[in-house]
């Protein structure tokens, strides 16, 4: 048998016992380990535990992951998963996304200036910007609210969602 054949082989069988052994191991997995008979919490902490060795260093999974963390009321380890995000290399739908956590958690100090350094890295982004704009009407900012709408409506005057969006900004109704 040629040493070419012999490594052939060897990749073959080694391939072969790692889809055995994947294939065993994730049949003997079972997700509801996680959360089945326990208590809300005790699951919740279970399957965020396992949502973070899943995430590594993805930046939108450890901020959904931080997203719950906070808003739940554990505010202190969703704020350490927004912060090392924004440590490193972000984009802005990064800043958004954590913006609208903190918003959501009705903390708006630490929102408003991540929606305006979102804001600032594309002004083109009419979506975006509408979004922020409403979070700003929603907590009292009309003024900047408005200019915001203006700067989203021209670029997108016929977009229904903005016009939607924005209507219920005044009532009080965040935007998703």
């Known amino acids: 048998m ?3 054949n012999v490594l052939y082989a060897i990749a073959a069988f080694a391939l072969g016992a790692t889809t055995v052994l994947v294939a065993k191991t994730q049949a003997t997995f079972d997700p509801k380990a996680y959360y089945a008979g326990r208590e809300p919490k005790a699951a919740s902490a279970a399957l965020l535990a396992e949502a973070q060795v899943l995430a590594k260093d993805d930046t939108w999974d450890r901020i959904g992951i931080g997203r719950v963390l906070y808003q739940s009321g554990d505010t202190k380890n ?11 290399k972000i984009g802005k739908s990064d800043l958004y996304r954590i913006a609208t956590a903190y918003a959501t958690a009705k903390d708006w100090g630490k929102a408003k200036p991540l929606f305006e350094r979102a804001i600032a890295m594309d002004l083109d982004d009419d979506t975006g910007i509408m979004k922020a704009a409403c979070w700003f009407n929603v907590n009292g900012e009309r003024e900047r609210a408005e200019e915001l709408f203006g700067k989203a409506f021209a670029k997108s005057p ?6 939607t969006l924005a209507a219920g900004s005044y009532l009080g109704v965040a935007p998703f």
Request: proline fraction near 0%; charged fraction near 20%; charge should be negative.
């Open 158 to 163: 016929d977009d229904v969602w903005h016009y």
């Open 78 to 88: 969703g704020e350490a998963l927004f912060t090392s995000v924004l440590g490193g």
């Open 2 to 4: 040629s040493r070419t």
